[in-house]
């Protein structure tokens, strides 16, 4: 029954933009905090930006100042605006509930930045 989907990724050139969406399971959604994480062909799967039930935030260093992220409780929805991408931002990007020893992630969903 638990179910996070991921949608939005693509192909755009540096300095383009592109909106993730997650569409999670209200049950999960509504109490834990979730993530973004991404993992390039070959490299660890790193921690992107966190959001709390509360909206607390975190970005990893990489990406702050480029991107943002949000949730909508009323839709189960968990956003990821990425902003000015570079090319070391491609990777399969995936959404994750807190605790991650839940094992509750997204199929993932491919981020393509051109140079």
């Known amino acids: 029954q638990v179910q996070l989907v991921e949608s939005g990724g693509g192909l755009v050139q540096t300095g383009g933009s592109l909106r993730l969406s997650c569409v999670a399971s209200g049950s999960i959604f509504s109490l834990n905090a979730m993530g973004w994480f991404r993992q390039a062909p070959g490299k660890q799967r790193d921690l992107v930006a966190s959001i709390t039930r509360g909206g607390g935030i975190d970005y990893a260093d990489s990406v702050k100042g480029r991107f943002i992220i949000s949730r909508d409780d009323a839709k189960n929805t968990l956003y990821l605006q990425m902003n000015s991408l570079k090319p070391e931002d491609t990777a399969v990007y995936y959404c994750?509930?807190?605790?991650?020893?839940?094992?509750?992630w997204g199929q993932g969903t491919q981020v393509t930045v051109s140079s």
């Open positions: 994750a509930a807190y605790p991650l020893s839940l094992g509750v």
